[in-house]
C-alpha cells in the first residue's frame, strides 16, 4: 500500500494592525506637588484647571511646562501607581523641567516634598 501524498495548504493569515508607537523620553524632572486649596492655587483655587478640567476627588493628573500640550502623558514613579497621568494643567513656578502632581489634600501634597525624578513623557496622539 502506497501512503497517499502530503498536501501542504495555504493559510492566509489577516493582517494584524497595531497601534501606533507613542513617541517616548525619559526627563529629569524636579517634582513637586500641590492641591486645589487657597494656599497652594492662590487666586485659581476655583477646582478648574487650565485647561478647564473640573477637578473631582481621586483625579490624578499633573501641571507642566506649557511646552508639553495638555493631555500629553506622562509616567512620574511613585505616583498614581507609576501609571500614566495627564497634562491638564499649568502653573506660576512650573517652568523648564519641573513638574506638579496633584492631590486632593493638602497634606498628601506636604507629604509628596521635593523629589528629582526621571519622568517618562508620551507624546500626545490626540
Not at 3 to 15: G, V
Not at 72 to 89: F, R
Not at 118 to 125: D, F, G, I, K
Amino acid at each position: 500500500m502506497v501512503p497517499a501524498p502530503i498536501r501542504s495548504a495555504t493559510i492566509r493569515m489577516a493582517a494584524v494592525r497595531s497601534a501606533p508607537a507613542v513617541p517616548r523620553q525619559t526627563v529629569q524632572m524636579r517634582v513637586t506637588a500641590y492641591c486645589p486649596c487657597a494656599k497652594c492655587c492662590g487666586k485659581y483655587s476655583d477646582g478648574i484647571t487650565a485647561s478647564g478640567h473640573k477637578i473631582a476627588d481621586g483625579d490624578t493628573f499633573v501641571a507642566a511646562d506649557k511646552k508639553y500640550s495638555f493631555g500629553t502623558q506622562m509616567i512620574v514613579p511613585g505616583y498614581n501607581d507609576s501609571k500614566p497621568v495627564d497634562v491638564l494643567d499649568r502653573g506660576g513656578a512650573i517652568r523648564g523641567n519641573r513638574l506638579d502632581v496633584f492631590f486632593n489634600s493638602h497634606e498628601q501634597a506636604r507629604q509628596w516634598g521635593v523629589r528629582y525624578l526621571p519622568v517618562e513623557v508620551r507624546a500626545n496622539a490626540g
